[in-house]
């Protein structure tokens, strides 16, 4: 039950995400159009750091986790999780992490990170007008080496494996002839 609250509430902030990311290719934030989207997130994540201590979102190949938890897309959203994944990456932002409450002013600064007229990229702080304070940003860049290196890793592991079992195998084989020849 626990789980599933949090299902539903970490899609309504990818869902708010999106919609924010899209709407700031074609306004300012500052615009008025962005009151209520910024409200609701604020509501959300703040219900999300109420129940877990914090807010870690980190994008992965084409899914995003929530507090190391897969968020199950909707069939319908499938596309809007694409879109703002591509959008996220374009800005080398892997995620992000919150601790404290969201207030809406740094949720602002960060949607101006995908605003149409911002071509600078965002430092783990935000951009060097509009600073993150409660907001620490994921490197998209840093991830992709981590998950290289962790399939390296797994890979070796592998062939380790193989190695065993190839060895384990040729150990029978030469057992069972020997005995076959005694």
């Known amino acids: 039950d626990h789980s599933e609250k ?3 509430l970490s899609r309504s902030v990818l869902s708010t995400l999106y919609m924010l990311v899209r709407s700031a290719k074609m306004y300012d934030p500052d615009n008025s159009v962005f009151e209520r989207p910024l409200m609701s997130l604020q509501d959300t994540l703040n219900l999300i750091i109420s129940r877990e201590g914090r807010f870690d979102l980190v994008g992965i190949k084409s899914s995003f986790y929530v507090n190391n938890m897969l968020v199950k897309a909707e ?5 809007n999780i694409r879109y703002l994944l591509e959008e996220m990456r374009a800005k080398d932002v892997g995620g992000f992490t919150l601790v404290k409450p969201a207030q809406i002013s740094e949720l602002k600064n960060f949607v101006w990170i995908f605003a149409k007229d911002t071509t ?4 783990d702080d935000g951009l060097s007008s509009r600073k993150l304070l409660a907001i620490k940003l994921a490197r998209w860049s840093k991830l992709k080496e981590k998950l290289e290196k ?6 070796e592991k592998v062939d380790r494996k193989k190695y065993a079992i190839t060895v384990y195998a040729r150990a029978v084989f030469f057992i069972s002839k020997y005995l076959d020849s005694v």
């Open 75 to 79: 069939l319908n959203a499938v596309e």
């Open 150 to 155: 962790e399939k390296l890793d797994d890979e």
């Open 6 to 8: 949090l299902q539903q």
């Open 120 to 123: 600078e990229m965002p430092e």
